[in-house]
């Protein structure tokens, strides 16, 4: 029988992360505080056994924290083989705390370990779980290719060495219950699946005095699929629950007092699942759906920030519950809980991952942390207000007087709301997270979220993304990099690409620029480019089909949509399809993970927010038809041509007006991307790379047309304000 003793190796480094460093001299004294608890018995003591690897020319080590107060000689380390190692006895808890080395406190924590601020200083973070209960880990997990599932999971009895209780135990791969055989402290499962999807395995186990295991249940998400899925394969659609579609009776109307454009409109999950099993996405090359938040909203309708209009919740960021799906994107037969798995279940069920929106920075104040803990709930500035800058208090102005923040350096904040973040993905089996407004929170929530979850990936699950929304200007790379690393976002949407693709595309600007922002982007995220997300669109600025037409009447003006009125209206409409399919042919085809904004596939008109926010119409004319087809043909080109999601890009010719491309995998695969946003035919001849063959065919896969390249050298054709994605065949 394996007994639980935690053993914290809180010096071991992550591949690639920096080494240690040593303290400062006469650094200050940490803050003396009480560990953070978790309402465990009292005088119930746990051992726990700390590794610390680092250090090695040091004469002495030792811990210094919350648990002995901050001595700098209490507790002293061995060193053993190579490794300075201490055992405690410490109720159960989390506890800041340092290396001492030397007689000096260590400096600053690495970014790659759990953190616990205490004192207004970030320390290393000691958790002592509770050890009168037992626990469950995954020794061994398999997926083979014909579906059979392998699993080992260790059960770890609690300080009382009880035996694993075999009648206690429940094993479900997706929505079957399966068999489990039990052999001593091993629990193992040998199942043969049905068919592709999402199968996560769940465990849960007691020891025979009734214990619970600390995981209850265990769960391991898990993806079978006929081809291996990367990240890198994926397309984003960011879907407003309430303003997409409606299927059924939404169970509330609107709220009074609150103009019908910042009101609820009735769009609701079903709407969404209906759409999912119609394959609008799958048509469109769709493979990851964004949810704006879910959670439940209040009911209110409030002032907005900046004007003297009244809004409601219906975007979802004025979250009152973490774990409850809102009542109002359900139906009258179906509660929000209800009908959210059902919607997530479809998508899996096609390949589509599910992406949820997190609030982290703030809550409405009437969340029920607020309720349960008031003084979670921080109320400061306005952001914007009169010494109270969006730059200036970046870290704990308010968005808004009723959305109180919540201050990480609170570390019983961080755990609740890591715990709820971590509940809610497994409620729900959410394969991604977007973080809402990164740059306004300290990073430890962050890279507590994302520790977490590697945990998982480590026991065997699908591998997750975590993809962070940092608002900024063109220049905004560095801001954007503070918050993506291996431990913290795997990547940002890129802000700084939006504006000279808006300029390109929507405006007179040049390819040349576009071409600088892009090698900016790879040259500035370096390794974790493709990580990132480019786009034209999203939820917090103008349409771009509107600010090309240049007819904004303001976020409550109605503005006119073009093409929503059809092929007979007397403003020529051709041109507007024209110069959004070509910002969605780049879009598509550059590296990152690219992000759409519902509606944009069909041109859909709108100022600022909430009029970016319009009803997505599902009767479309000839011109936005026209558009949509066109954005489809890509999107399904981008899941067809590996060399469109992992190909190295690499500029071929350029000028102001005529832009060409490459990407190649490395692998033989290859694609050239050529683009014309001229007002006549031009035809240019480009130089391929030294290292293809000198012939080669290129063929358009939009159209019928061709070109065969000799000696290196290619001559092109392209129409006005048109584009050419050619697979290359070499000869």
């Given amino acids: ?50 590794l610390f ?44 705390f340092k290396y001492v080395i030397d007689g000096q406190y260590e400096a600053d924590p690495p970014p790659f370990v759990y953190t616990h601020w205490s004192g207004g200083s970030e320390n290393r973070n000691l958790v002592v779980d509770d050890c009168s209960r037992p626990s469950l880990e995954v020794e061994s997990l398999d997926v083979d290719d014909s579906g059979r599932v392998s699993a080992e999971v260790v059960f770890s009895s609690s300080i009382e060495e009880s035996a694993v209780d075999p009648d ?36 849960r186990a007691a020891d025979v005095d009734g214990q619970l295991a600390l995981q209850d249940p265990l769960w391991i998400p898990l993806w079978y699929e006929e081809e291996d899925f990367h990240w890198f394969d994926g397309l984003i659609y960011l879907i407003f629950t309430d303003r997409f579609r409606q299927s059924g009776q939404s169970p509330l109307g609107p709220i009074d007092g609150v103009a019908s454009i910042a009101n609820y409109k009735g769009g609701n999950f079903p709407g969404v699942t209906a759409a999912i099993e119609e394959g609008h996405f799958d048509e469109l090359g769709v493979n990851i759906l964004w949810l704006n938040p879910i959670n439940e909203n209040t009911n209110l309708g409030q002032p907005g920030s900046f004007d003297d209009h009244m809004y409601t919740g219906y975007h979802g960021y004025w979250t009152v519950d973490p774990l409850r799906a809102e009542t109002r994107f359900g139906a009258v037969d179906k509660s929000g809980d209800e009908a959210l798995k059902e919607l997530i279940e479809a998508a899996q069920a096609r390949g589509i ?22 003084t979670w709930c921080e109320y400061t500035c306005v952001c914007g207000d009169m010494g109270c800058g969006w730059d200036e208090r970046t870290l704990d102005c308010q968005f808004a007087p009723y959305l109180p923040n919540l201050n990480y350096r609170n570390h019983d904040i961080v755990e609740r709301v890591a715990d709820d973040a971590l509940a809610l993905m497994e409620k729900f089996d959410v394969d991604a997270l977007r973080i809402d407004a ?10 507590t979220i994302r520790l977490r979850l590697q945990e998982l ?45 808006r300029r390109v595309f929507g405006g007179d600007g040049s390819f040349q620029e576009l071409e600088t922002g892009l090698q900016r982007s790879e040259d500035e995220y370096g390794d974790t480019y493709p990580w990132h997300s480019p786009f034209i669109g999203n939820h917090d600025i103008p349409r771009f089909v509107t600010e090309m037409v240049g007819n904004d009447d303001g976020p409550f003006g109605n503005t006119q949509d073009l093409l929503a009125q059809g092929p007979d209206n007397e403003v020529d409409q051709q041109w507007i399809i024209d110069r959004a399919s070509m910002a969605h042919a780049f879009l598509l085809t550059i590296p990152g993970i690219p992000l759409m904004y519902y509606g944009d596939e069909i041109g859909l008109a709108g100022a600022g927010d909430p009029d970016n926010r319009r009803m997505m119409p599902w009767e479309w004319n000839a011109n936005q038809t026209a558009l949509l087809e066109n954005i489809r043909e890509l999107g399904q080109l981008r899941g067809e041509l590996e060399a469109l999601r992992y190909g190295e890009r690499r500029e071929l010719w350029i000028d102001d007006d005529f832009y060409v491309y490459s990407r190649d995998d490395g692998e033989g695969r290859r694609v050239v991307v050529a683009m014309n946003k001229a007002d006549f035919e031009r035809t240019e001849t480009v130089i391929l790379p030294e290292e ?14 061709g070109f065969e390249a000799e000696e290196g050298e290619v001559e092109i054709t392209l129409g006005s304000w048109s584009y050419a994605v050619f697979d290359v065949v070499e000869m």
């Fill in 457 to 501: 990936e480590e026991q065997g699950a699908s591998p997750f993304y975590v993809v962070g929304e940092t608002f900024t200007g063109e220049d905004g790379h560095g801001v954007i990099m503070d918050y993506v690393a291996d431990w913290e976002l795997h990547g940002q949407f890129d802000f700084p690409l939006l504006y000279p693709i």
């Fill in 353 to 374: 991952r599910v992406m949820f929106d997190l609030v982290l920075n703030h809550v409405h104040e009437d969340h029920v942390y607020c309720s349960q803990h008031p």
């Fill in 438 to 447: 990164a740059k306004h929170m300290e990073h430890v929530i962050m890279r």
């Fill in 1 to 50: 029988m394996r007994r639980r003793i935690p053993i914290i190796a809180v010096g071991l480094l992550l591949a690639g992360c920096p080494q240690f460093e040593e303290p400062a001299e006469n650094q200050d004294r940490p803050n003396q505080n009480q560990p953070t608890t978790n309402d465990e018995p009292g005088g119930l003591s746990c051992p726990v056994e700390i």
């Fill in 692 to 705: 293809w063959s000198e012939s080669a065919q290129l063929q358009d896969q939009l159209s019928a047309a």
């Fill in 53 to 96: 690897p680092e250090a090695q020319d040091a004469d002495a080590v030792a811990l210094a924290g919350a648990f002995n107060d901050w001595s700098l000689e209490a507790d002293e380390m061995e060193r053993s083989g190579g490794v300075w190692r201490a055992e405690l006895e410490l109720e159960p808890g989390h506890y800041p």
């Fill in 168 to 203: 206690s135990i429940e094993v479900t791969l997706g929505d079957e219950v399966v068999e489990a055989s039990v052999d001593g402290d091993v629990i193992s499962v040998d199942h043969q699946l049905s068919d592709y999807g999402k199968y996560s395995l769940r465990v």
